[in-house]
């Protein structure tokens, strides 16, 4: 079946532009979460949805951050005012609770955004 | 969160069995342990993920002692395909995972 899928693949933007990304999670997937890596990095947590609500955002680093799933579904992150710290690859994870493996979290391609 | 200690990186040829082995003291009663693997350009792919003693999958197998504040991940007869970054995670059922920097395996002909 379909994996989790993330738009766009690559996003270049100006210092100081809004940007928007969007993640498409394996159907019937309860569970959402955002993730950014950098280079050499492992991924830094941002923010978990469970169903349409934000269970977890302590990740997200301020408040020119901020993301949405208003159906359960897909979810988009959002980022104001671009800084060159923010480039990275933004992942978008998706998991199905209640199964033998609880852990397991299904992981896009990811987005890569650089900041100019 | 439990933290995890593992070697940043290491170095096999192809046939060998890889150890990769996680430290995490701190780990709490209800957490799991979970490997994931990456490969450059993409996300990580879960491999395995155990409690307590040995966890055998079709490409994995993961040995957790009676303490639980270590865990190795055992990869047999390791392929070129095989080089990519591995990390150790641990949590309780649907929590945030921290990851560190991983593993960086390369595997060599």
């Known amino acids: 079946g379909a994996g989790v899928s993330q738009t766009p693949s690559n996003k270049v933007t100006e210092k100081g532009k809004y940007v928007e990304l969007r993640c498409d999670p394996i159907?019937?997937?309860?569970?959402l979460y955002w993730y950014r890596q950098s280079l050499g990095q492992g991924p830094e947590f941002l923010i978990y949805?469970?169903?349409?609500?934000?269970?977890?955002d302590s990740g997200l680093p301020n408040d020119r951050f901020f993301a949405v799933r208003p159906e359960g579904s897909v979810s988009t992150l959002k980022i104001q005012r671009t800084e060159r710290g923010d480039s990275a690859v933004y992942l978008c994870a998706s998991s199905l609770w209640g199964t033998s493996r609880p852990n397991e979290q299904f992981f896009g391609p990811g987005t890569r955004l650089t900041v100019l | 969160l439990a933290k995890t200690t593992q070697p940043i990186s290491m170095d096999s040829y192809e046939g060998q069995e890889v150890n990769i082995t996680c430290s995490h003291n701190n780990i709490a009663t209800n957490d799991y342990i979970t490997w994931y693997q990456q490969f450059p350009s993409q996300g990580p792919r879960f491999i395995i993920q155990g409690y307590k003693t040995k966890v055998t999958n079709e490409v994995a197998s993961l040995f957790i002692p009676a303490d639980r504040k270590s865990s190795t991940l055992s990869l047999p007869r390791v392929s070129l395909s095989d080089t990519a970054v591995y990390y150790c995670?641990?949590?309780?059922?649907?929590?945030?995972?921290?990851f560190g920097p991983g593993t960086r395996l390369s595997v060599l002909p």
């Open positions: 995670l641990v949590g309780d059922y649907g929590q945030n995972f921290v």
């Open positions: 949805f469970q169903g349409t609500g934000a269970a977890d």
């Open positions: 159907s019937g997937h309860t569970a």
